[in-house]
């Protein structure tokens, strides 16, 4: 019992100093732990810095995302595909629609039956110059041997080729032409471009109608094609509408395209159509050549008044 009580106490104070000899490490293991240390401590630095890195990249890239490039503003297209018929910025078209605002429909035709009246008083003073002026001079006289040289030149051929001329703008064919265009536009609901077509006709027809009532001149005197009144040879109405429908159309069309070709196409088409009926109702004997230059003013003053009407209808609405 003795030699057990003195073995523990040896025991406990063995203990006690391996465990004071355990704390106390030498100065080798000292400056390893210290160098492990500092190891770990680079590491862990290397590690932030390869982190900072990426997330540096991370921010460019979404700030790239987040701030994209600024482009350059695109050019200003053309107002399409009745660009002719947009009013333009403090324009006539704007004052006049500014009038009835809010209004376009009643803009349309105030401006319209507007236009009329003025177009048809002017027709009216032209063809009572010519007839009351002009034809009784050395220009009248001259323009009557223009009938009758087409009359002497008649061929069976080109009688035929006149009777076309006079049919394509005609009371039956232009009619047809306007309905099918003034349609067409209605399916894509451009009712400014269905009244344009309609409209512009209309016009020409009663400044016709009206001049000759008005204006009595008598037709050329060589043998006429045609049975129509004698006296209502001022203006030449084919060529009056001709210009409101196929001059019209082609205006439309060289607003829309910007090819240079496409519009010197057009035009020339347009041109030529209107001289083949002008030249068709002479070589008839329907017209002189001053009735078919009353007609081209007729015709050109039709569209300027529909082209302002519909300006004025679309400021209006604006």
């Known amino acids: 019992m003795a030699a057990d009580r003195l073995a523990e106490p040896s025991c406990a104070l063995g203990g006690r100093l391996g465990r004071r000899s355990s704390a106390r490490k030498s100065p080798d293991q000292e400056a390893g732990r210290k160098a492990d240390g500092q190891s770990q401590d680079e590491q862990q630095q290397e590690r932030h ?17 987040t701030h994209p490039a600024v482009l350059p503003p695109r050019r200003k297209e053309e107002p399409s595909p009745a660009g002719v018929l947009r009013p333009s910025d403090r324009g006539l078209s704007e004052r006049l629609g500014g009038l009835v605002d809010g209004h376009p429909v009643v803009t349309f ?33 001259a323009d009557e041997r223009v009938n009758i040289w087409l009359a002497a030149h008649r061929t069976p051929t080109r009688t035929d080729a006149s009777l076309i001329g ?6 039956v064919v232009l009619p047809i032409v306007v309905g099918v265009l003034g349609l067409a536009a209605a399916l894509f609901r451009k009712w400014t471009l269905v009244a344009f077509f309609i409209f512009t006709l209309a016009v020409e027809s009663a400044t016709y109608r009206a001049t000759t ?25 084919h060529t009056a509408a ?11 069309i060289t607003s829309h395209f910007r090819d240079r070709r496409v519009r010197i196409v057009t035009w020339l088409l347009a041109v030529g159509m ?24 007729v015709g050109i003053a039709a569209l300027c008044v529909l082209v302002l009407a519909c300006r004025s209808a679309e400021a209006a609405a604006k």
């Open 242 to 252: 001709s210009i409101a429908v196929y001059g019209g159309l082609a205006l439309l």
């Open 109 to 141: 035709f105030l401006v319209m039956f507007g236009g009329l009246v003025v177009i048809a008083a002017l027709s009216i003073l032209l063809g009572l110059l010519v007839t009351h002026g002009i034809e009784t001079g050395r220009i009248g006289a």
């Open 49 to 65: 810095g390869l982190e900072g890195v990426e997330t540096g990249n991370v921010s460019v890239i979404a700030s790239v995302k």
């Open 274 to 297: 209107v001289a083949f009926v002008a030249t068709a109702r002479m070589y008839r004997g329907m017209h002189h050549p001053l009735d078919v230059a009353g007609g081209v003013v």
């Open 166 to 171: 006079s049919i394509v703008a005609g009371g």
């Open 213 to 237: 009532l008005v204006v009595h001149s008598h037709r050329p005197r060589v043998p006429r094609l045609e049975s129509l009144p004698v006296n209502a040879s001022y203006p030449s109405g």
